[in-house]
C-alpha cells in the first residue's frame, strides 16, 4: 500500500515551452501533497504544499507564477512548469500524505526527470 | 526552525564491512527523525523514523539508528552491507508538533565495494 507515482519519469522540452507533471496516490487519499526539487548530489527542496481543493502554499523564492499546482482531487496532483528554460532543469519528486494515517508519514514518488534544451 | 547536517559527503566501504552514516540536528522543539534511502534517478524510500519511545529504531534492509537527545545526532548504522547498499542516504527531522514537514540533510552517498 501507500503507492505515489509520477508520470512521466523523464521528459526533455525546448526552452520556452511548458511541462505538465502528475503525482498520483493509487490506494489512498491524500488532502495534502509536497514538490521538491533536487538538483544533481544536492538535497530535496521543498517547492510548495498543495491542499485538496486550495491554493498551493510556496516557499520562500519558488514563484509561483512560474510552476503552477493544482490539487483538483484527493489523488491527483499537478505541477506546471511555464515557458521552461534551462535553468529548471532537475529531478521534481512529489510526496502525499495519507489521510488516513498519522499526518508525520509521506510517501514518496519515484520522481520526473526534466531537461530543458 | 529545524536543521540537519549529515557530517559525510560520501562514505566507500567494503561489503560485509559494518557502516555508519552520521546525521547531527538542531531544534528548539522536540522532533521526529527520519532516514531515507534513494537509488539512482527514484524518488525516497522511509528506512526508518524515530517518533517517540525507544531510542533505537530498527528499519528495513538490516538498518537501525540510534536517537542520542543530549549529542542531537541521529546516526544510521549496519552491520554488514552488501552492494545493492549503494545508494544516497538521506536523513530528515521534523518539529514533532505543526505541520510536520521535514527538512533534509545534504545526503550522504554509500558506496560498497566488492
Known amino acids: 500500500g501507500a503507492v505515489v507515482s509520477q508520470h512521466p519519469s523523464w521528459v526533455i522540452c525546448k526552452s520556452g515551452t511548458s511541462v505538465k507533471i502528475e503525482c498520483r496516490s493509487l490506494?489512498?487519499?491524500?488532502?495534502?501533497m509536497f514538490w521538491y526539487r533536487q538538483f544533481p548530489k544536492q538535497s530535496l527542496m521543498l517547492m510548495a504544499t498543495?491542499?485538496?481543493?486550495?491554493?498551493?502554499?510556496?516557499e520562500q523564492g519558488v514563484e509561483k507564477d512560474k510552476f503552477l499546482i493544482n490539487h483538483a482531487s484527493l489523488t491527483l496532483s499537478t505541477l506546471t512548469v511555464t515557458s521552461a528554460h534551462p535553468e529548471d532543469s532537475s529531478f521534481y519528486i512529489c510526496?502525499?500524505?495519507?489521510?488516513?494515517?498519522?499526518?508525520?508519514?509521506?510517501?514518496f514518488g519515484p520522481g520526473t526527470r526534466l531537461t530543458v534544451l | 526552525a529545524q536543521s540537519v547536517t549529515q557530517l559525510d559527503s560520501q562514505v566507500p566501504v567494503f561489503e560485509e564491512a559494518p557502516v555508519e552514516l552520521r546525521c547531527n540536528y538542531s531544534?528548539?522543539?522536540?522532533?521526529?527523525l527520519f532516514w531515507y534511502v534513494q537509488y539512482p534517478n527514484q524518488g525516497l524510500q522511509l528506512l526508518l523514523k524515530?517518533?517517540?519511545?525507544?531510542?533505537l529504531v530498527k528499519g528495513i534492509n538490516g538498518f537501525e539508528a540510534e536517537f542520542n537527545k543530549s549529542q542531537t545526532s541521529f546516526h544510521l548504522r549496519k552491520p554488514s552491507v552488501h552492494i545493492s547498499d549503494t545508494a544516497e542516504y538521506f536523513c530528515?527531522?521534523?518539529?514533532?508538533?505543526?505541520?510536520?514537514?521535514?527538512?533534509f540533510g545534504r545526503g550522504t552517498s554509500l558506496i560498497v565495494h566488492p
Open positions: 498543495s491542499n485538496e481543493g486550495s491554493k498551493a502554499t510556496y
Open positions: 524515530y517518533l517517540s519511545g525507544s531510542t
Open positions: 490506494d489512498f487519499q491524500a488532502t495534502t
Open positions: 530528515a527531522v521534523s518539529a514533532s508538533g505543526g505541520s510536520y514537514i521535514p527538512t
Open positions: 531544534s528548539s522543539v522536540s522532533v521526529y
Open positions: 510526496s502525499a500524505r495519507d489521510t488516513q494515517k498519522p499526518i508525520n508519514e509521506q510517501f
